[in-house]
């Protein structure tokens, strides 16, 4: 989803900045700017600068619910497990880590 802010300037002596709130967690963003100028009625915009892109990160979920594990032959199991409360899941899970020993 494309989001566009008009900021105004500060006082133009130094750099300029805008701090960008609620951005999703393990989500690419991509930043371009560009100066918008008004002469009477007439409002033009500038030259766009070269895209900066940022990602932001990825935090460790809540483990799953429940864990069953069920004998299903003499050499064979099966795991089931509830995923975590999406609730509480700031990012993408992108599988599950089974370890057995």
Known sequence: EEKTELVPPGEQNGP?????KDLTVDTKYT???AAQLQLGDVVSLGKRTPEVNISTPSFMPEAPGW???SRVSD??????WSPPPLSK???II????VRFA
Do not use: C, H, I, N
């Open 94 to 97: 992108r599988g599950y880590e």
């Open 16 to 20: 300029e900045s805008y701090t960008v």
């Open 89 to 91: 899941t700031p990012g």
């Open 31 to 33: 930043v371009q700017l």
């Open 75 to 80: 050499d064979t199991a099966e795991v089931q």
């Open 67 to 69: 864990v069953k594990v």
